[in-house]
């Protein structure tokens, strides 16, 4: 009998994927740093039995349909927005993703880039390294309380939740918006369940972790901005399209806003010149929301355990449904 292939679209450690190797035959893309050219992509899923895919890699109608052998598909992340998830199912192709061991490091993140944004720490590093530091004075980029404000999530699934909790211990007030409401998050978080629009005109700080899907595209537009607070802030480690940039960039312009902090845009990568750059009042990093080496592994592992489910006929941990 012919063993499995299992393509892996990132060169990742080989020897975490012993028990994987020993049911499969496992191909990587040789690049670390750089997404597998589509060409290839779809060259070697007319061979998967499996792939392991990342955030940045389209699973569509076009690689499906050139897949026959194809049973599952492990996504490197919780999201899962490059999957046409029905495509797949129609197909019988079992999508996994990465929830639940990215929560509590995604919430660390999420903080740090609130804080980061609020307490401009980027500016004031960029500031010593260029030798500005003349001497202490008192407003010397002085930023904006995070402690005790009100800060508004939008999409309290279980990072929004352990977000919450970490702004408890700031004393902040909690506000949410979701698709429905959470009576947990109400009883043990104190958080209050606001429209959207509320929390856009109530928040200081307005995070957003919701998923994209249809219904969340471009959620936060014009009107979304002018409804915040001029002394507000949008903190994004959800997803790039939730935000329509121009709107953001407009905003910014404006002083609509006091700032962002973004962690993900509406096509990643960014360049160098891209126009949100040019704003000290925006904190900008490259999509590393669950990227500590111990939660990376953990996802890693996540994934393969999934994948061996699947090829030994068992039920996968953690399916998309
Ligand atoms: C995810 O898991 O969806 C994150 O965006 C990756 O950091």
Redesign the pocket.
Known sequence: MTRPYVFITRKLKEELFAPLMEIADVKMWESESEAVPREMLLREAQKATALLTM?SDKVNEELLESAPNLKVVA??????DNIDVKAASDRGVTVC??PDV?TET?ADLTLALMLATARRITESQEFVKEGRWQSWSPYLLAGADVHHKTIGIVGMGKIGQAVARRAMGFGMEILYHNRSRHIEAEQELGAAYRSFEQLLEQSDFVVCLT?LTDATRHLFNDDAFKRMKESAFLIN???GQVVDEKALIAALHQNEIAGAGL??FYEEPIGADHPLLHFPQVVTIP?????SVETRTM?IKLCQDNIVAVLQGNKAKTIVS
């Open positions: 955030l996504n490197l992340a919780v999201g899962y993703n990465t990215l995604t998923p480690v959800g997803r962690d993900v999509h590393i929301g669950s990227a996802m």
